[in-house]
Structure formats: C-alpha cells, structure tokens
C-alpha cells in the first residue's frame, strides 16, 4: 500500500519521516556531552555520534541527504551490558523527513524468512546499521551477538515508524525489530524518533539450530541490553514522475557567511530506576555554490 502524503515536522512542515538520499549537508562528530546525570561508579557511560552527507548544501531550498546516527552504552564499572528501557533520538529541524510515496511495510513481514519478504518491504528500504548486544535466554548464560541492520517505512495504524530489522547469525541465529515511532518535536529539534518500551521488543530463534528448539517461538524482554548501535537513513526515489528524498537539509547560514554549526541530533537513553544519559552532537554546513543556467541561442 502506497501512503497518502504525510508530513511529519517541526516549524515548517516537517515532510514524514523516513528515508535518506544522498546529497547534502552537515557533519557533526564534535559531540557535545549534555549527560542528565554525571557517569558515577557503577552507572552507563554513552557516547554519540551523527552526521549528514554531503556538507555543501543549498542556502534557501533543501536538497537530499543522508543521515547517521550511532551510539555506545557501556557500564563503568562491570563487563556486563546495562539494559535499555527506552531509547529518544531527536534530530534538527535543519533536516526534514518525507515519506510521501513510500510503501508501508507491516511489521510482520518482517519476521519472516528472507525469502519471503516480497516487493512491499523491498520498497520500504530506507536503511542499513548494525546493532551490537547482550542476549540472555533463560538457562543459558549471556552472549554477545552482532546483528546486522535493515530500517524499513510503515504506516500502520496511520502512525509512521521506522521499523529496524535486526537479525544475527552464528551461535545465536535471531531476528527482532526495533520500533522507532516518528513524532514532531519542539524547539531546536523538528523531529523525534523513539522506542518507549524496550521490554516490548519480540524476536523469534531460527527454526532447526542447535540453540533454538525444533520450532521457531518468541522471545521477549532480551534485547534491551545493546552495546553499540548505529543506523543510517539514505533513500531516493520517484513519486509521482518526480524524484523525492525522505531525508533532506539546507544551509541557511546568515549573509555574509559561507557555513553554520548547529545542533544535529539529541540521543536520549533511559536505564532502569529512572536512571537517564543524553548527549548532543553539533552538526556543521557549508552552503553550496548556486547552479548556473546555461544561455541558449
């Protein structure tokens, strides 16, 4: 199914959510610690990182782009991985999101094998990452696993979201999907995209593996306990015989300059017993020359 057009945004209009082109602005790992709490003994240690590509963009129109953003979470003082409850990622208003013309793609069309993902979600592809995490299964001791990461668009129930496929291979052969509902934002930041239960988070244990039972089944509540977590959004494509991008920026630097830095993204992460770590990163622009109309005649 083909949404209506959508728009998702802070002060002008925030086109949807989703996707990433390629062209256009910032950069930005010059992060800028904002934690909520100081990093005591025995508490997570985070560190974040964003940026966009390219750096030259347009003054007063926005052009495509793609946008990364990743973070660690570590505990200062065990081996063992602290536990997510909640994850908040805010991203400027510098960048816009606009999904119009997107196909949806359920999130159960994601628990399945590859080979039956068909042409929906394969045209909801809005990006790639890798998350890093601590599983325990009941009865077995922890293990670190690697997944690999797909973001896809979907609109259900008229809420968009960037569902993030996470599967893993080797001793611990899963596949989970991580919920990122898109939301507009307040203040220096225009959009917000955010997993607020973490403990709600299912994934299944490929059927036939030595460490799974005879018959694929649930897991739930394990996959709180991530490492490292990156995720870049990059798609462009055609709608209605134009070609659109789902992430877009400007460089709206003041006269008589030729960059700006600005705040990029926010990442907020929530610990158990209340316990919260935020950080900023600032992005940074150049403003792109102006294209040349060749003269006819």
Do not use: W
């Amino acid at each position: 199914m083909v949404p209506t057009r959508r728009r998702v945004a802070g002060s002008r209009v925030l086109p949807g959510l989703l996707a990433l082109a390629a062209m256009v602005v910032l950069a930005g790992p010059s992060p800028r610690s904002a934690s909520a709490e100081p990093a005591s003994a025995g508490n997570p240690v985070i560190e974040i990182s964003g940026e966009t590509t390219p750096e030259r963009l347009p003054r007063l129109h926005p052009a495509p782009t793609s946008f990364r953003v990743g973070f660690t979470s570590v505990s200062s003082t065990t081996s063992a991985t602290p536990e997510l409850t909640s994850i908040g990622v805010q991203v400027s208003r510098r960048l816009t999101f606009d999904t119009a013309g997107l196909p949806s793609c359920p999130i159960s069309e994601l628990y399945d094998p590859p080979s039956g993902m068909g042409q929906v979600c394969s045209g909801s592809l809005v990006g790639s990452g890798v998350v890093i995490s601590e599983v325990t299964i009941p009865g077995q001791a922890p293990v670190t696993i690697e997944g690999h990461l797909l973001a896809f668009y979907d609109l259900g129930d008229g809420q968009p979201r960037i569902l993030a496929q996470v599967t893993s291979e080797g001793v611990l052969p899963l596949t989970y999907v991580i919920p990122f509902t898109i939301r507009p934002s307040t203040g220096i930041f225009g959009t917000t995209l955010a997993v607020e239960q973490m403990r709600f988070i299912a994934g299944i244990c490929a059927p036939g593996h030595s460490n799974c039972f005879s018959q694929t089944y649930t897991f739930k509540g394990i996959y709180g306990h991530i490492s490292k977590f990156e995720l870049t959004l990059h798609r462009q494509f055609i709608h209605r015989g134009k070609r659109a991008s789902l992430v877009n920026a400007d460089c709206p630097a003041s006269h008589g300059s030729s960059s700006m830095s600005f705040p990029l993204v926010e990442v907020n992460l929530a610990y158990p017993e209340a316990t919260t770590r935020s950080q900023v990163v600032t992005g940074r622009c150049q403003v792109a020359a102006p294209r040349r109309h060749r003269r006819r005649g």
